[in-house]
Structure formats: structure tokens, C-alpha cells
């Protein structure tokens, strides 16, 4: 475990919270609370606002009559530079954020001020295949905050002082295993998934016990010999095909089952040596939360070959549909086509296209797509949309129950397709995922928008167009509004109704992290992270 590493950066937090002068308000989280979390949105408790992965907030405070008037009221800049795409947890007066590549800092929200610090020891050859080395935030449950590494731990840590209770290894860094995104805390377990397919990994998910770390379950992702499916992966390609877990997924605790998206097989680029549907890549699965069997899968894009993970956070919904009750799991994948299914048994209820698709001429009564012919990669290049980065990326859209609506961070992007080497070597990264690539297609004709979406259908209600690129989730307020950013640094707040701009500023900065919101001393905030710093703005 690096025991002796580890108790200097204990000494390191203590410092810190000794020279910081505050004393930490955290309290203990329970499992009930988070499941109730919209009874005290005063805090933010776990990656997706909720279970359901709505990035919902009861919060109103700030609404469209006043939001104009939001104003600065503090900066929290990065002790650690890179790529900052941190969610943060806040609870009872405290702040968690993860700075670039794994470094978790609590903060005291009313002032910005660092009251401990916890930064892990990576390996000097860290192997981040198809990954950026960043944290997307921590998961907390009791009275501690658990993060998952960029070299593929899982460490708990006090949450009053940051010193470290215990540490497991979720992978072997050294086969290409790495880790982005936030664990999920359920009751009396913690959820992480892993990432680097395009290293030749077998993609799982794995259930940790919350109070000392031993493994409960893994779920491998591709069947194996024996298995059901193991006949959708052409001889032994099923071995390496990718299929990862690396985004946060959902959970559902009257069914007790995770809602879980997977990324693309591999190599990618280049389907010749895997020819089937390739189960389950980029699917989403439905797993028992006690046992880690498998309910059901949906997949997407079968025999996928553009690098359309369907890791993108499924948003789970409860409403009506032709006057009967209905459990819905939605998601705005990034293959460019909303779907709609029975989160009880992943039958597929409706979907569209809700961006510019060449690929498909549709989807059938099932959901299958129904291709074109000549859609994969070529050598000479095949332009196809979306691009590689899909109609949404790794960032979260919201859903307000108040307004029926699902908001998307939309981008319009093509790209020329290009087939590659399918040689797999995680420790030749220059000859790994197919050897293909793409080529962007630039210009006016690419652009990004937040797209309002009919929950139950996909159909479009607005849209707001934004100049540039953007890599920023979406915040849904019961103030009527819904928050996002772009890469130009712009953050901004829409009438949730009809798309209206109410408010933005300058960060300065490209924006990368979902916004939140949450309320202290009576006051609402909302944070925005730009660049290498945390801003929080509230009304005067």
C-alpha cells in the first residue's frame, strides 16, 4: 500500500489544516440523505446532483427575475495546473474538488480558504491511454470522501482532516488501466468503473465495501468464453475489446439496479479482427447493486467503429406516458440519437436524432440503428457525423421535472474517418486503438448548442447556439434556469422555458467542469471552474 509515502502526505493535510485556521464543519453523510438529497438541496452530495443523474437543484433563490445581478464572491485558484474537470461535492459548509491529475482539496464554502489537502503518488510512467490525466470528483458516504486515481485506486479519506484510511488497487496502471471519473456512493457501497480500451483492456465495474475497501463484485463488460455474447466478438477478440466503464453511472434504489454506460470496442477505427455486435460495448447495463449480475443491456451502436462510447451519464425519470406511470432511463448519446427505455426492463420505448447523424437512416422498432452502407473508416478517409467526440462527450446534461425537459450540450462536428493497423500494446501507446484517426471538419459548419429536449420523445423545444466549442455539463435551478459554459470562458444562465440568455460573464478562461449549486447561511451560490480556479457567484 505505499504506507510510508502515504503518512507524509497525512503530515502534509494536517499541516495545512493547522495553518488554515478553520475547523472543518463536515458531517457525516448518510446513505438516506443522498436518497433524499432534494429535501436538503442546500448541498451537493453526490456526482449527479441526485441517484438519477438529473443535475436538478430545488434551489430558487436565484431565478430568472434576479439572476442578472449575480456577482463574484470568491476564486479558488488550482495548487496543481492541467486539465481541471472536476464536480464538486459540497456538505454541511464544505467544499471537495479534485485538481488535476488526482489531488483532492476541501475548501470552506462560504470563503474559498483550503482546509486540507490530500494529493496521491502516481507512478513516473503513468500510462493515461485515450484519457486526459484529471479528475472528475469524489464520492462521499459517512464521514468519508473516497476517490479514484488517475493510476486506477481506490483511496478513502477522512473527510474532517484528508488523512488517508485505506487504499485498494481497482487495476494494474502498468496494462493501461486509469481513472477520470467520480465513484458512486450508494448504501454502504462505493461504484468505479476504469477506463484505457484503446490499451487492448477488457472493460468491468467494480462494487468496494465503504468501510474497508475489499471488493464485493466486478462485472466484466465483454463475456468471455462460455458466456452469452461471447459469439458477437470474431475468435479471440473478445480478450482485448475495450468496453470500459469511465464515466459516472446512475442508480435506481427502489429497483435496487446501477444504470451504467460503456465505452467503445476495440482496436478502434478498425472492426475487421471483431466482426459481430461486440456485446456490450457501448451499451448501457442494468446491474443488481447487491449481487453485480447483470439485468438487462441496451446496446447502441453495435459493431461500433468511430468511437461512440455510450458512457455518457444516464438520467433516470419518473413520469407518465399515454396516462400510466412509467420508470425511464434516458440518454442523449453521443452516436447523435436520444433514447428512451424501460429503466425496469431496458425495452426501448422511443428515440431520434437530436444532432446532424450520417450513419443511419434511422433506428427500428427495437432501437437497433438501421446503418447506411460504407459508414466505417476507410484509408482514404470517409466523412461521417458525428466526429470522434461525438454529439455529447463525457459531460452531464440536466433534467428539470419542472419544465418536462432534458438539456443537452449539443455539438454539431464531422469529421473524416480514417482506418488504421489494429495492433493492440498498451505499452506501445503510438500503435494502439486501430493506428486510425480522424480529421475534423471545421469551419462555419461546426458549432455547439444547449438543446432542449422533450424528456419523453427527444423532440426539440430550443435551442441556444453558441460561438465556439463547449465541453461544459448543464445545471437545471427550480429558479427557472438552467447554467452552462463554453470554451471561450463564457458562463452562463438560460431561461430553462424557452432558452432566452438571462446572465453570463467572462471566466477568462476554458470552462471543462459541470456547474453546481448549493446554499449556505440562507444564500444560494453557483460555481463555475475556469481555466485552474473555482469561482462562485451569488446575488448581492
Not at 339 to 351: E, N, Q
Request: glycine share 12%.
Amino acid at each position: 500500500m505505499k504506507i510510508a509515502k502515504y503518512l507524509v502526505c497525512g503530515l502534509a493535510v494536517v499541516a495545512l489544516i493547522l495553518a488554515s485556521g478553520v475547523t472543518s464543519r463536515a458531517q457525516d453523510v448518510t446513505y438516506n440523505e443522498i436518497l433524499h438529497s432534494a429535501s436538503h438541496p442546500d448541498d451537493w452530495l453526490t456526482y449527479g446532483g441526485n441517484y438519477a443523474s438529473q443535475r436538478f437543484s430545488e434551489l430558487k433563490q436565484i431565478n430568472k427575475t434576479n439572476v442578472d445581478q449575480l456577482k463574484l464572491k470568491w476564486v479558488y485558484q488550482l495548487r496543481n495546473s492541467g486539465i481541471f474537470e472536476s464536480s464538486p461535492i459540497v456538505v454541511d459548509g464544505m467544499m471537495y474538488v479534485t485538481e488535476p491529475p488526482t489531488t483532492v482539496t476541501a475548501l470552506d464554502v462560504r470563503t474559498g480558504r483550503p482546509i486540507w489537502r490530500w494529493k496521491a503518488d502516481l507512478p513516473k510512467n503513468l500510462l493515461t491511454i485515450g484519457l486526459f490525466p484529471t479528475n472528475r470528483g469524489v464520492a462521499i458516504l459517512g464521514d468519508t470522501v473516497y476517490v479514484a486515481t488517475i493510476d486506477a485506486h481506490l483511496v478513502a479519506l477522512d473527510a474532517k482532516t484528508g488523512a488517508m484510511r485505506w487504499r485498494v488497487e481497482i487495476g494494474d496502471n502498468r496494462d493501461a488501466v486509469a481513472i477520470t471519473q467520480a465513484p458512486l456512493a450508494i448504501n454502504g457501497k462505493i461504484i468505479v468503473g476504469m477506463g484505457g480500451g484503446e490499451g487492448g483492456l477488457r472493460g468491468y465495474i467494480d462494487a468496494y465495501d465503504a468501510k474497508d475497501g475489499h471488493r464485493l463484485w466486478r462485472l466484466y463488460t465483454i463475456p468471455t468464453t462460455g458466456e452469452p455474447g461471447v459469439q458477437t466478438w470474431e475468435g479471440d477478440s473478445y480478450k482485448y475489446g475495450g468496453a470500459t466503464t469511465w464515466n459516472t453511472g446512475s442508480y435506481d434504489p427502489e429497483l435496487n439496479t446501477i444504470y451504467w454506460g460503456t465505452g467503445n470496442p476495440a482496436p478502434d477505427w478498425n472492426g475487421d479482427m471483431r466482426k459481430g455486435d461486440n456485446l456490450y460495448s457501448c451499451s448501457l447495463l442494468a446491474i443488481d447493486a447487491d449481487t453485480g449480475k447483470m439485468k438487462w443491456y441496451f446496446q447502441f451502436s453495435p459493431h461500433e467503429t468511430h468511437d461512440w462510447d455510450a458512457a455518457e451519464p444516464p438520467i433516470l425519470i419518473d413520469t407518465t406516458i399515454d396516462g400510466k406511470p412509467r420508470k425511464l432511463v434516458v440518454q442523449a448519446n453521443r452516436n447523435a440519437f436520444y433514447y428512451v427505455l424501460d429503466r425496469v426492463t431496458g425495452k426501448f420505448i422511443a428515440g431520434k436524432a437530436y444532432a446532424k447523424e450520417t450513419w443511419a437512416k434511422g433506428l427500428d422498432a427495437n432501437g437497433r440503428p438501421i446503418e447506411f452502407p460504407n459508414i466505417d473508416p476507410t484509408t482514404q478517409g470517409n466523412l461521417i457525423y458525428p466526429s470522434i467526440t461525438g454529439s455529447v462527450n463525457w459531460t452531464s446534461p440536466s433534467y428539470s421535472p419542472l419544465t418536462g425537459l432534458v438539456y443537452v450540450d449539443t455539438r454539431e462536428l464531422g469529421a473524416y474517418y480514417f482506418k488504421g493497423n489494429p495492433t493492440m500494446d498498451p505499452h506501445n501507446p503510438l500503435d494502439i486503438g486501430g493506428g486510425g484517426g480522424q480529421k475534423l471538419v471545421n469551419g462555419d459548419v461546426a458549432y455547439t448548442a444547449i438543446r432542449a429536449l422533450e424528456a419523453t420523445t427527444g423532440d426539440l423545444k430550443w435551442q441556444f447556439k453558441m460561438v465556439g466549442d463547449s465541453w461544459t455539463g448543464t445545471l437545471a435551478t427550480a429558479g427557472g434556469l438552467v447554467f452552462c459554459a463554453d470554451s471561450q470562458g463564457n458562463f452562463f444562465a438560460l431561461d430553462a422555458e424557452t432558452g432566452k440568455p438571462l446572465w453570463n460573464i467572462q471566466l477568462g478562461n476554458s470552462v471543462r467542469a459541470n456547474p453546481i449549486t448549493y446554499a449556505v447561511d440562507g444564500k444560494q451560490y453557483v460555481v463555475g471552474e475556469a481555466g485552474n480556479a473555482v469561482s462562485v457567484f451569488g446575488l448581492p
